[in-house]
């Protein structure tokens, strides 16, 4: 198995160019080296209010409060309230909540992106807000792709990753991973929540399916390579999702209970592929999945809300060190069993770096300066987090705004 992983390393090197040779070799040569002094010096600096702020990465909505949506969001990433409202600049109230509440990062949807002109409009008011937010997005290429599948953007289409994956070409990845990144860096995203890692083995999969590149790991883990390659060469920084694997379930986490019922060995054997291989290339952010594995935690909670996955796993059997992103927590698999408040310190405890889309960002947020303040959680555990998430601004470029 360890030369069967090496051989798919050499061919993800031959078909990403030179470049990959300065990347696949750890987690820090993938990156510009970020002076350590600097992070400590910012992180100083910085608030209790400050640093919650970075930990939380949220829909353009959750900064409206005059907004309430009560349903699990879609794949689309949208409910049908939300999908009228058809929220596409900052306005006013937003910008009265951000004073209080800063916030690490945006992610737009569909529904937020009307054409080129408009994307850079919101683009640049995003970037005045308080916490210097990242601007990501799910564009995945495929199903999930939220301006490719925007009639008013003249961007290349793709069939889907599946698509891709049954050429066993790992070129292809990396062209659809760079064309995705190229036109993603020039309207001014940051982050792209893509590629899928996942192996698709559940033939009964309802929200997978060909988002993944293959049923077969072998298969699989050299795209996601390849295409997280192609992603960063065009100046954005992936993701890959969705830990420790969403293709063997049934179920849809977006509006409920799902798992897998495979033992911890049986995923080194196959999920586990694709993101040791990720993990060894260098990505910078792994997203966590709502599945409940029962025959790994030991009980039905969710992966995200797990530290035997997070910590104990991921960080520990793994040797993962970099950031740590749930999915999005205001999707079934989640509201359905916990409240904002619970939901959002259970995932920092269990080990999580970044707090994705809670359905209340102002109650998440307040639960999250509460634990601190109560003892539940400690000021040096949120240190934990914003170190690594500074670090990948500064890596990016994007300095919070005190700093400019």
């Known amino acids: 198995m360890k030369q069967t992983i090496k051989l798919w390393m050499l061919a ?53 409060t005059t907004i309430h949506f009560n349903q ?52 640049s008011q995003i970037r005045s807000l308080n916490g210097s937010p990242l601007l990501c997005i799910d564009e995945e290429g495929g199903r999930v792709a939220r301006i490719a599948n925007n009639a008013n ?17 790992p070129q292809n990845a990396y062209h659809c991973g760079n064309t995705i990144g190229t036109y993603l860096h020039r309207y001014g995203f940051d982050i792209d929540f893509a590629p899928v890692a996942d192996v698709n083995t559940n033939p009964e999969n309802i929200v997978i399916g060909a988002r993944a590149f293959s049923d077969n790991p072998e298969v699989a883990a050299p795209m996601v390579v390849s295409y997280l390659q192609g992603l960063k060469d065009a100046g954005v920084t992936g993701c890959i999702k969705h830990f420790p694997g969403h293709g063997d379930t049934k179920a849809d986490t977006h509006y409920g209970y799902a798992q897998s019922l495979k033992t911890w060995n049986e995923m080194l054997n196959c999920e586990m592929i694709t993101f040791k291989v990720g993990i060894q290339w260098g990505t910078q ?117 005190s700093e400019t």
């Open 285 to 401: 952010l792994i997203m966590t999945a709502h599945i409940a594995a029962p025959r790994v935690i030991g009980s039905d909670i969710p992966s995200t809300m797990s530290s035997v996955i997070l910590q104990d796993k991921l960080r520990g059997e793994l040797g993962y060190r970099n950031i740590i992103i749930t999915d999005a927590m205001e999707m079934g698999a989640i509201t359905q069993q916990y409240s904002n408040a619970v939901a959002a310190v259970g995932t920092l405890q269990a080990g999580a770096d970044i707090v994705l889309g809670p359905q209340n960002f102002v109650e998440a947020f307040d639960a999250v300066v509460k634990a601190v303040d109560d003892g539940v959680l400690t000021e040096q555990r949120i240190d934990q987090s914003v170190r690594r998430i500074l670090k990948l601004k500064r890596q990016i470029g994007r300095l919070l705004q």
């Open 153 to 169: 953007f003249e961007v290349e289409k793709f069939e889907s990753m599946g698509a891709i994956g049954a050429t066993g070409d």
């Open 12 to 64: 993800a090197i031959l078909t990403c160019g030179a470049s990959v040779f300065t990347s696949c070799t750890s987690d820090n040569d993938d990156n510009p080296v970020v002076p350590t002094d600097e992070v400590e010096a910012q992180l100083q600096r910085m608030t209790l209010r400050e640093k919650v702020g970075q930990l939380f990465y949220v829909r353009p909505e959750c900064l409206d």
């Open 72 to 123: 699990p969001s879609s794949i689309d990433g949208s409910t049908d309230d939300i999908k009228a409202i058809k929220l596409q600049a900052v306005n006013a109230t937003m910008k009265g909540v951000n004073e209080k509440y800063p916030v690490g990062g945006i992610i737009l949807y569909a529904h937020n992106i009307e054409d080129e002109a408009q994307l850079a409009a919101f683009i």
